[in-house]
């Protein structure tokens, strides 16, 4: 019954901001590093960001300075922080989670994807 759910994409013109919330949802325990992902259509999904539970972050270099990641461990939430926003920011994007829980009756480690959110950046 673990769900990740995403919301705060839409459409912004370049130079905008956005913030995208993924909120864990479940009989969790614990939940190690978080991220997020994009993909395009025809191209492979990469990493934007990753947070682990102690507060350390890695960020693609492309959106190094732009984009931060951060998460609320007590409501089981990650976010990101998109600002100055460029074109070649658009695409879906996939919150990820590496959760400890209760699920088929019994103690899981696993990944787990949120369903995706689009943001698109007019220029």
């Known amino acids: 019954q673990v769900q990740l759910v995403e919301s705060g994409g839409g459409l912004v013109q370049a130079g905008g901001s956005l913030r995208l919330s993924c909120a864990a949802s479940?009989?969790?325990?614990?939940?190690?590093?978080m991220g997020w992902y994009r993909q395009v259509p025809g191209k492979e999904r990469e990493l934007v960001a990753r947070i682990t539970s102690g507060g350390n972050t890695n960020y693609a270099d492309s959106v190094k300075g732009r984009f931060t990641i951060s998460r609320d461990n007590a409501k089981n939430t990650v976010y990101l922080q998109m600002n100055s926003l460029k074109p070649e920011d658009t695409a879906v994007y996939y919150c990820n989670a590496d959760i400890l829980a209760f699920e088929f009756g019994l103690n899981s480690q696993q990944a787990y994807w949120g369903q995706g959110t689009q943001v698109i950046v007019s220029s």
């Open positions: 479940g009989r969790i325990f614990s939940i190690n590093a």
